[in-house]
Structure formats: C-alpha cells, structure tokens
C-alpha cells in the first residue's frame, strides 16, 4: 500500500502525513483489496463488514459507530421502478460519515493530533463527529451563509469552527493556508476519504446478492460519492466480484455546473464556470479539485454528466418528502435527475439519497 502523485508519479508511504503531493500534485492511494465474501456476510451490518477492502493496517485505529449499510429500498417514483438507497440515515446525517471514518482512523493511525478540514457543512460535520470520538482536535471552515443546523452540529462536536465571508472558494482557500501547518483531513484531496465513500457501492452490490445495477444516479460537486462508487466498482471488478459497471450518471445544480460544461465540451477541464445562488449548497463548486478523476470515472462507465434546475430540484425534494424520506435539498437534486434523465423500464436504477433535511435551510414552513 502507497501513495503516488498523479503529476508526477512520486511514491510515498502511506504513515507519512501528507494529504498531496510535494510538488503540489493530487494523490491516489495504491491498494489492493480483498473480499471474502463468506468472511463478510458473517460479520455486522456496517461498512466495516468490508474489512480487507479498507486501508487501515491495524484494527485498534479503527474508529467507527457501526455506521453503514444503509436501507436499499424499491420504491415507485415518477411512473417508474427505482432503488433508493438510505445514505441520510448516518450518525452526522450524511453519506460523509462513510469517508470521516475511514480517514480519521488513519488519521489515529499516524498519531497525528489535529487535523483542518473545509466544507459546506455535511463533510465538516461528519469529521467533527468522528475526531470527537477519536479525541482528535478539529479545525472546520465553512461558508458563512451555510445552514445554521449544519454549523451548530459542526459546533456541538467540540470542533473550532471557522466561518468565511465570501465564496465556497475563499473558504478552501482559508483552509488550505491553515493547512500550510496542519494536516488537511479534506474529504476531496485526501484519498483515504474516496476508500471509505466507496463502500457505498460494496453495500449495493452486497445488497443486490453481488450483482450491478444498470445505472446509477449521483449528486456530483467534489465527486467524493462519485468517484469513491467508480473506485469501489474498479476494485470488485478486479476481486472478480463483478463482471460489468453500471452507467454512472452525475447530476449537477444548473446554477452551478463546472462538471457537465466540461463533459458537454467534450471533457475539457479547463473550460470556465460561473456559479449563481442554488439550494443544493453541497454541491455548490465551481472548481473541482478532481475534476479529471470525476469525468475519467463518468466516461469509462459509458454515463454521463447532466444539469437540474432550481424548479425541478425543489419540485424533487417536495416529492421526496411526501414520499416520507426527510432529506436536504442537495439529496434531491439525485431525484430530479432520475425524473429528468429517459432510461428504459426494464433497467435496474439506484439513487442515494445523501443528507438529511434536518440541519438544512432549504426546508421552511409553507
């Protein structure tokens, strides 16, 4: 197991406490996994169940609540078949916990003692809860227009919370100088948090009897569950658990698209963005730091990357809620895509539903 850059191609171990590259370039971590699939349907029903597939080297680092494996439920929404899978239903409220635990156990594992995380509230709430469990100081900076929820849980963890005028940007910025002296437990440049979103799709292969569904329908902004599920998928087909990948179809806020211009102009990454005020906060980024891994993933499952507008995210979300899942604004934008995208009856689709809509502003009394 190792580190490498993907710019220039230098290797490090996996102990040193380095979230990228000395030449500033993104990291991948090298890792070959295992699945015993007899070992893993004895053991609980959490994300750890996955045990050889996690880079974690010894068990007593492992911090966990005996999160995971979440609900996959077949419901009928639109006219039509789909499988909704529960990922709001985690200790912090979102599918972030699945990254948060995983890193912050190799965080424990390194000895390190402080961490720096940025966000739009769900990822540095899921840190905050698991460096609270870990005894791990945390440093999260957030937007100052993010949910008063999100910020009073981010708070109520014990973690120094950092509000930011300005951008989503400013506030990575803000983060980033932080660390400059303390390690960056960031949910889209550190690569140990993509091995613990990946357990997304282990869970829905698992809960499939160990097949892939035909398409699979995510919200994309830092792409931590898209290309967490696109390095899940890599693995089990390599394990030879899987024969096929699904299409993986991203879903962007209209307002702020920088991932399906891209995919549009037929995958330049450097094509420019602009972001106008939208409810889906979580997936709110103009610049992608993995926008290349995001699109490499959309382009080797055959999918695509599509856009949602305000209206039909928010016509989603009310849909959503009277079917009697509570879920934040951000989690819709997942639906809208399913309602809009034209996909044949007989093919097998499962949609995440991501955060919950407790913590959100986006959910008034009307």
């Given amino acids: ?29 090298d890792f070959h996994p295992r699945f015993p699939i007899d070992k893993i349907q004895k053991r609980k029903p959490t994300l750890w169940r996955y045990r050889e597939a996690l880079p974690i080297e010894n068990d007593r680092y492992i911090v966990s609540f005996d999160e995971g494996f979440t609900p996959l439920i077949n ?23 699945r990254g948060a635990s995983v890193l912050v156990s190799k965080v424990k594992e390194a000895g390190i003692k402080k961490v720096v995380e940025d966000s739009s509230g769900n990822a540095g709430a ?3 809860a698991y460096c609270a469990k870990a005894h791990i100081t945390c440093h999260i900076y957030v937007p100052e227009q993010t949910s008063e929820g999100k910020l009073i849980q981010i708070k ?42 990946k357990t997304f ?14 398409i699979l329908i995510v919200p994309v902004g830092n792409g931590t569950l898209l290309y967490g599920a696109f390095i899940g998928l890599q693995e089990l087909q390599q394990g030879n658990i899987i024969d096929k990948l699904p299409r993986i179809i991203g879903v962007q806020a209209r307002n ?32 992608p730091i993995r926008r290349n891994d995001i699109l490499h993933a959309v382009k080797e499952t055959n999918g695509e990357i599509i856009t949602v507008r305000e209206n039909e995210i928010l016509d989603a979300l009310n849909y ?37 809509g407790l913590k959100t502003k986006g959910l008034s009394i009307q």
């Fill in 320 to 356: 959503t809620l009277r079917k009697g899942y509570y879920i934040e604004p951000t989690s819709a934008v997942a639906v809208a895509g399913f309602k809009k995208y034209q996909i044949k009856k007989d093919l097998e689709v499962v949609v995440p539903l991501t955060g919950h």
């Fill in 201 to 214: 799709i282990f869970e829905v292969i698992e809960q499939l009897g160990w097949k892939t569904p035909d």
């Fill in 126 to 128: 899921a840190i905050a």
């Fill in 1 to 29: 197991m190792k580190l490498i850059c993907q710019s220039c191609q230098t290797e490090y171990k996996t102990c040193e406490p380095l979230w990228k590259c000395r030449c500033g370039g993104i990291l991948a971590l």
């Fill in 75 to 97: 419901e009928h929404f639109f006219g039509r078949d789909i499988l909704i899978k529960q990922d709001y239903l985690f200790p912090s409220g979102s599918y972030k916990d």
């Fill in 256 to 287: 702020c698209a920088p991932l399906a211009s891209a995919w549009k102009k037929h995958n330049n990454t450097n094509t420019a963005s602009t972001r106008k005020d939208t409810v889906a906060e979580g997936i709110a980024i103009v610049h």
């Fill in 156 to 197: 109520k963890y014990g973690a120094h919370l950092h509000k930011i005028q300005g951008s989503r940007e400013d506030t990575a910025k803000a983060a980033r100088r932080h660390a400059e002296t303390t390690y960056y437990a960031s949910h889209y440049w550190n690569p140990f948090f993509f091995h613990g979103t």
